[in-house]
């Protein structure tokens, strides 16, 4: 099961807290001491911005697979999110200068910094609701020597917050592709703890074995796997990349909600539990996947009756964003989670947009 590092930053004995666990997450990814020099960089830069312009807000530190497209799995990414519900930076240009700071945004000094070391970087601000911010360290690349090149194409990103910041979380999303077709699933482990991971883990690894199956038959699969397990609520949404067709299909109480042509749809999952309590029949909607297309996968942690977002701007940035702005925008600071929350998002490439690094990868 993979460990999260979910670190409220309220004061500054906080920032310590941050880096050591960014740390800690490079050993886990057999990061060289330089690039964990740079995530300890980004950590400490990221939680002593929380603090000098937000007020305070959560940093989350996990491993994730891949990134955010379909190109081939390279090995695990530190990943560093940074929430806040404070004033907003209003003008992000200006705030992504090396240098500089201002006590009127949310967030400003070193991120300049934190663009140039990161292997990709993101970030999504609206002026009186806050900011997130997406990191993500990994191994550079030859041909770019402060991070990995980027191949167009759909792309994938996540945040996963384990319940009263436990070491690990019960959800887990994963993806994975094989010839023309990209999956993506999201397991909710029954209950929460090492249990409950232990259930969800076991669903994301299986994935790798049988990604080229159809939601369907694919759900059957991890059916069988679970069975040893206390069980999981499943969804999977694949993508036929030839023809353009998302495939959609779920067991327990995994949300989901697909927006295309400027509106939201919800996608059905059906009442059971994968390796418990598996429905006879399962429908699967298949729906085209246009250029504007974008899935949202969420576990119940996330308030069912929450808000998809409006702001046509947030839904071309890196999916991880989206991702942590949709969970960020369905509380409050005074409103913490009640349950693991995962958050997972596939979005097609056209119109992306926020921050580049300097070297102009896509």
């Known amino acids: 099961m993979s460990r999260v590092w979910d670190i409220p930053v309220q004061d500054s004995t906080r920032v310590r807290d941050v880096r050591v666990a ?60 940074s929430l806040d519900h404070g004033r907003g930076i209003p003008d992000i ?73 436990a070491d690990c979380s019960g959800d887990a999303w994963h993806w994975a592709r094989t010839d023309t077709r990209l999956t993506l699933l999201l397991a909710d482990g029954l209950g929460h703890g090492p249990q409950a991971a232990r259930a969800s883990t076991t669903a994301t690894r299986e994935l790798d074995t049988c990604a080229h199956l159809p939601p369907a038959e694919l759900l059957r699969r991890l059916d069988t796997a679970l069975r040893p397990t206390r069980g999981a609520a499943v969804a999977v949404a694949q993508l036929d990349l030839e023809e353009s067709q998302l495939s959609f299909a779920g067991i327990g109480n995994i ?10 749809r919800p996608l059905l999952s059906r009442p059971g539990i994968v390796g418990a309590q598996r429905p006879a029949t399962l429908p699967v909607q298949r729906l ?16 069912s009756r929450w808000s998809p977002p409006h702001d046509p701007h947030l839904l071309t940035h890196d999916p991880a964003v989206v991702a ?36 102009g990868r896509p």
């Open 93 to 165: 240009a200006t705030a992504l200068g090396d240098g500089y700071t201002t006590s009127g945004s949310s967030l400003g000094a070193g991120l300049g910094t934190c663009l140039r070391i990161s292997n990709d970087f993101d970030l999504h601000s609206t002026p009186g609701r806050g900011t997130v911010a997406v990191a993500r360290i990994g191994p550079p690349a030859p041909s770019a020597p402060g991070g990995q090149r980027r191949p167009a194409g759909p792309r994938i990103g996540g945040i996963n917050i384990p319940l009263a910041q």
């Open 22 to 81: 960014a740390e800690d997450a490079c050993a886990r990814a057999g990061l060289t001491p330089y690039r964990t020099a740079a995530a300890a960089l980004v950590a400490t830069e990221l939680a002593t911005n929380l603090l000098k312009h937000a007020g305070g807000g959560r940093i989350t530190i996990s491993l994730v697979h891949g990134v955010d497209t379909a190109d081939a799995p390279g090995g695990p990414l530190v990943q560093l999110v």
């Open 255 to 264: 949300g989901a909600r697909l927006y295309a042509d400027g509106a939201w």
């Open 324 to 359: 942590a702005a949709v969970l960020r925008d369905a509380g409050s600071a005074a409103s913490p989670l009640r349950d693991d929350t995962s958050v997972a998002v596939l979005a097609s490439d056209r119109g992306r947009s926020g921050p580049r690094p300097p070297d």
């Open 288 to 303: 085209p996947w246009q250029d504007d297309s974008l899935l949202v996968l969420h576990s119940d942690g996330l308030p």
